[in-house]
């Protein structure tokens, strides 16, 4: 089992940044590739970037590209998404997640992802 506890969302004009946080607690954090979703109300869970277990390979949505970085911190067990030049679109519960599973073919799918946070409220006022 993995726990994730998310922490950093909150409320922040548009323009603006906020730095989300995922520490991971249990197995072996260097084992598993990690990501980060988003889900707003009356929408599907969606992509937002994700990196492997070793912190390469970073990949993102469209959405967030050239605004968005993900990075991770092994020895500490965290994974963090900075998240700069905020829109109000970008309003959304945002989850950590953890898989064990093959990168290349996982990483873009929530369906991908075995372990789960309980998700922390990102609000962008215009």
């Known amino acids: 089992q993995v726990q994730l506890v998310e922490s950093g969302g909150g409320l922040v004009q548009a323009g603006g940044s906020l730095r989300l946080s995922c520490k991971a607690s249990?197995?072996?954090?260097?084992?598993?590739?990690m990501g980060w979703f988003r889900q707003a109300p009356g929408k599907e869970r969606e992509f937002v970037a994700a990196?492997?277990?070793?912190?390469?390979?970073?990949n993102y949505a469209d959405s967030v590209k050239g605004r968005f970085t993900i990075s991770r911190d092994n020895a500490q067990t965290m994974v963090y998404l900075q998240m700069n030049s905020l829109k109000p679109e970008d309003t959304a519960v945002y989850y950590c997640?953890?898989?064990?599973?093959?990168?290349?073919?996982?990483?873009?799918?929530?369906?991908?992802?075995?372990?789960w946070g309980q998700g922390t409220q990102v609000t962008v006022s215009s």
């Open positions: 997640a953890a898989t064990s599973r093959s990168y290349g073919t996982t990483y873009g799918t929530w369906q991908g992802y075995d372990y």
């Open positions: 249990g197995r072996t954090f260097s084992n598993y590739n």
């Open positions: 990196i492997s277990w070793s912190g390469g390979r970073p």
